[in-house]
């Protein structure tokens, strides 16, 4: 990245001062490379360590995506960073922002909200969800009707943003592979 003056990148490659959410990152991960080495972890061990169970915590993949952006996004700042990996890393982002139809075009920043909020949405229903399993069935109202219907949307949104994490962890992996031979 040293050698690609700022003002000759396309948009998507240039780094956004981002206000990440409360609770993303500890306090003492104030500069841009311990953001990166922490994204980077939450990434690996979400979508490579722990890809087989993405679809039973969905809330946490859906929040983890939030870190895949944030890693993209630090990676511009860290000026060792080779262009060909952050190439690859924008393949992933753009395909996980299409499971929740965010723009490829979007900031940074708002495709971070997006998710994190997303996440956190699904995480509160994840555990309600959890709670009413150990309760018995009861009749189904209309309006609890409606909320199946819009749980429904979600996953299918969700099982999209699935396969599109897998798809950038595949690509983040070959990339790897490629990089130690």
Do not use: C
Request: glycine residues 4%; positive net charge.
């Amino acid at each position: 990245m040293a050698d690609w003056p700022e003002s000759e990148r396309p948009a998507a490659f240039i780094h956004e001062e981002v206000n990440y959410p409360e609770g993303m990152f500890h306090i003492k991960q104030n500069t841009s490379k311990k953001k990166q080495g922490e994204a980077g972890k939450k990434v690996y061990q979400r979508f490579v360590k722990g890809k087989s169970k993405l679809n039973k915590y969905q809330h946490l993949m859906i929040r983890d995506m939030a870190y895949f952006e944030a890693l993209f996004n630090e990676m511009l700042n860290d000026k060792k960073a080779k262009v060909e990996t952050l190439e690859g890393l924008k393949k992933g982002r753009e395909a996980m922002r299409m499971s929740l139809n965010i723009s490829p075009k979007a900031k940074t920043s708002e495709a971070v909200l997006k998710f994190w909020a997303t996440g956190k949405m699904l995480k509160a229903a994840y555990q309600k969800n959890k709670k009413k399993k150990k309760k018995k069935a009861k009749k189904l109202t209309p309006e609890i009707a409606e909320r199946a219907v819009v749980l429904a949307n979600l996953k299918k949104q969700i099982a999209t943003a699935k396969v599109n994490a897998q798809r950038a962890a595949t690509i983040k992996a070959q990339e790897k592979i490629e990089e130690g031979n």
